[in-house]
């Protein structure tokens, strides 16, 4: 039986004062995932201030001003992946774990067995909180397979709900027109 | 919460102090004693556009702050204000030495404040 986790990661950047991701209170996974959405959300304005005023600068300038883009976006990606771990650290607390060998889902004493597509999306999305997916990237993603019919994800995402409802996991699968679909954990 | 304070590497702060060097120079920028009133101009107006923008990122990260809780607030401190701050100190010390060879070239003499 194994926790939630992901592969092919990049590097995180080194915690905030006070970050404890060995904490055992999930209030406190809550809190620093609330900073962490923030700050991503602060660095996405800053980034999109300074791309467009860098096009408006002469070549020379440019080149400079692009070192802010390099930094910008290398803590943006530090900041992606401790959310993600404290996503992770979340789930830990919460009780759900994954068995992949068995395609068992557990959460809180409640166990469910998956098919494979059902645990292959359930993991995809998972692994990648907070970002929506559309269709075609779930099933070239998720699922590895572009062949498959775009209508399998939507019977797919359905089954998977279920699943999610009658395990009580706290977290919507929802659908934005326009972004795609999303693991989205529940605030109540 | 339990508290963590550690002493902890920050490439990014690094890259801030690097980018701070006034000695520092863009691609195909000689040095202002050698230039001619031409390039002393161009030069001029580069640093001046590049340091207005960087004056104007430094306005929003501030004021996307104040939004921030603490933690945020601190971080942004420690790592966005810090890199803006440098390379906008290194922009205005070359500008300086563009607005001394521009006047030299001229005859005129730099005003002190």
Redesign the interface.
């Known amino acids: 039986m194994t926790g939630v986790r992901r592969v092919g990661r990049r590097r995180p950047s080194p915690p905030l004062e006070g970050e404890d991701l060995n904490t055992t209170r999930w209030e406190d996974a809550r809190h620093w995932m609330s900073i962490y959405a923030d700050l991503l959300e602060f660095k996405r304005g800053i980034l999109a201030r300074v791309q467009r005023d860098i096009a408006n600068l002469k070549p020379p300038a440019q080149k400079a001003a692009a070192a802010d883009l390099e930094i910008i976006e290398a803590q943006m990606q530090g900041y992606q992946e401790r959310l993600d771990l404290w996503y992770r650290r979340l789930w830990e607390l919460q009780g759900l774990w994954l068995d992949p060998t068995g395609r068992m889902v557990r959460h809180q004493g409640r166990e469910v067995a998956l098919t494979k597509r059902e645990f292959q999306l359930f993991q995809f999305l998972l692994d990648h909180p907070h970002r929506y997916f559309t269709t075609n990237q779930i099933l070239g993603q998720a699922w590895a397979d572009p062949a498959l019919f775009p209508e399998e994800v939507r019977n797919y995402v359905r089954r998977l709900r279920k699943i999610l409802a009658d395990l009580g996991i706290p977290v919507d699968l929802v659908n934005k027109p326009g972004r795609g679909y999303s693991l989205v954990l529940r605030t109540d | 919460?339990?508290?963590?304070?550690s002493k902890?590497?920050?490439?990014?702060i690094d890259?801030?102090q690097r980018?701070g060097d006034w000695s520092q120079r863009?691609?195909?920028?000689g040095q202002p004693a050698d230039a001619t009133l031409k390039q002393a101009l161009y030069w001029r107006?580069?640093?001046s556009?590049?340091l207005a923008?960087?004056e104007?990122?430094l306005a929003?990260?501030r004021e996307?702050?104040a939004?921030?809780?603490a933690?945020?607030r601190?971080?942004?401190e420690l790592?966005?204000v810090p890199?803006?701050v440098a390379?906008a100190e290194r922009?205005r010390q070359r500008l300086g030495y563009w607005d001394a060879r521009v006047l030299e070239l001229r005859g005129e003499t730099l005003q002190k404040p």
């Open positions: 919460m339990s508290k963590v304070r902890i590497a920050r490439p990014d890259a801030a980018g863009m691609n195909g920028e107006q580069i640093y556009e590049i923008m960087e104007k990122v929003r990260i996307l702050m939004a921030q809780s933690e945020g601190r971080e942004v790592t966005n890199v803006v390379q922009f």
